[in-house]
């Protein structure tokens, strides 16, 4: 693929896609660019991964084709107005925002800005995660299925409408985590019962 990716914000979810992207070799890690509020975080995620870190947001939209946004919720719009003056006119924004609609998405971005919303859940952590996709009227049909394979990478990705959303946060975003914890607790209490760890 010969687009750059961006990511802003790139915690635990965006370590996954990440990985899923390079791992797939979908993407080379020369042509992905990071930042996080914390450069001490962003180095690690630059060694980790072999990929460019940028001490500005603005720096990593001025570089990108396609950007993922990876912050807290109630910092989505304002990173959106600070990077919006260095994007591209075609440049995809993705974000993974839980509660961040695409209509508050496009209201921080210059007009017919190109938005997605991504909902993975955690096992894209370990490349099979189930991601529900939503795009704005603006994506392309050839966008929409990059967008798509892109999520591919790291588990399985549908498209899904917007009203859907907080339902798939339910059932597929949050499911899992409990899940996992319920996992957790029966072999914590069988490990309390005397059976060893491994």
């Given at each position: 693929?010969?687009?750059?990716?961006?990511f802003i914000g790139c915690g635990n979810m965006g370590k996954a896609i990440l990985n899923g992207l390079?791992?797939?070799?979908?993407?080379?890690?020369?042509?992905?660019?990071?930042?996080?509020?914390?450069?001490?975080?962003?180095?690690?995620?630059?060694?980790?991964?072999?990929?460019?870190?940028?001490?500005?947001?603005?720096?990593?939209?001025?570089?990108?084709?396609?950007?993922?946004?990876?912050?807290?919720?109630?910092?989505?719009?304002?990173?959106?107005?600070?990077?919006?003056?260095?994007?591209?006119?075609?440049?995809?924004?993705?974000?993974?925002?839980?509660?961040?609609?695409?209509?508050?998405?496009?209201?921080?971005?210059?007009?017919?800005?190109?938005?997605?919303?991504?909902?993975?859940?955690?096992?894209?952590?370990?490349?099979?995660?189930?991601?529900?996709?939503?795009?704005?009227?603006?994506?392309?049909?050839?966008?929409?299925?990059?967008?798509?394979?892109?999520?591919?990478?790291?588990?399985?990705?549908?498209?899904?409408?917007?009203?859907?959303?907080?339902?798939?946060?339910?059932?597929?975003?949050?499911?899992?985590?409990?899940?996992?914890?319920?996992?957790?607790?029966?072999?914590?209490?069988?490990?309390?019962?005397?059976?060893?760890?491994?």
């Amino acid at each position: 693929m010969n687009k750059k990716i961006g990511f802003i914000g790139c915690g635990n979810m965006g370590k996954a896609i990440l990985n899923g992207l390079i791992s797939g070799k979908i993407i080379s890690p020369d042509t992905v660019f990071v930042h996080n509020h914390s450069p001490a975080s962003t180095d690690r995620v630059a060694q980790e991964f072999g990929v460019h870190g940028e001490t500005q947001a603005q720096r990593v939209a001025e570089q990108s084709d396609i950007i993922f946004i990876g912050v807290k919720p109630y910092a989505v719009p304002g990173v959106l107005r600070d990077i919006s003056p260095c994007l591209k006119a075609d440049t995809l924004i993705v974000s993974m925002a839980a509660g961040v609609t695409l209509e508050a998405l496009e209201a921080a971005l210059p007009s017919s800005a190109k938005v997605v919303r991504l909902m993975p859940n955690t096992p894209a952590l370990v490349n099979a995660g189930m991601t529900s996709v939503t795009v704005n009227a603006y994506l392309t049909d050839e966008e929409t299925e990059l967008v798509m394979s892109l999520c591919r990478s790291f588990g399985r990705a549908e498209l899904v409408p917007e009203s859907l959303i907080d339902a798939v946060i339910g059932v597929s975003g949050s499911a899992p985590a409990y899940v996992f914890m319920f996992i957790e607790a029966m072999a914590d209490a069988a490990v309390a019962g005397g059976m060893p760890r491994k």
